[in-house]
Nanobody
């Protein structure tokens, strides 16, 4: 099982970024996918989740600004991040659970700064 995250970078406050996570080694369409983030000195926190039925859930701090989506043909999950704030600065990780084990992408850094 491999998860490859990409799309991070530097954004201005109020700007946008789109993260991608390419997944291999599982029957992707059956799996719930999540994005987490971790800022220096903080615990890793759940940002957004999308189920196989495309039901979504978001942590309160990103509701209305971030959108999680998936493409089962491309075997990828995305996180569209709009109206970015400096407090969104963190390393972002995609994650799934397969056969009872959690698998993580390598993380992609998002920095929001003027």
């Amino acid at each position: 099982v491999q998860l490859q995250a990409s799309g991070g970078g530097l954004a201005l406050p109020g700007g946008s970024l789109r993260l991608s996570c390419a997944v291999s080694g599982i029957n992707f369409k059956l799996n719930t996918m999540s994005w987490y983030r971790q800022a220096p000195g903080n615990e890793r926190e759940l940002v957004a989740t999308i189920t196989s039925n495309r039901d979504t859930n978001y942590t309160d701090s990103v509701k209305g600004r971030f959108t999680i989506s998936r493409d089962n043909i491309k075997r990828a999950v995305y996180l569209q991040m709009n109206s970015l704030k400096p407090e969104d600065t963190a390393a972002y990780y995609c994650r799934t659970i397969f056969r009872g084990r959690a698998y993580w992408g390598q993380g992609t850094q998002v920095t929001v700064s003027s």
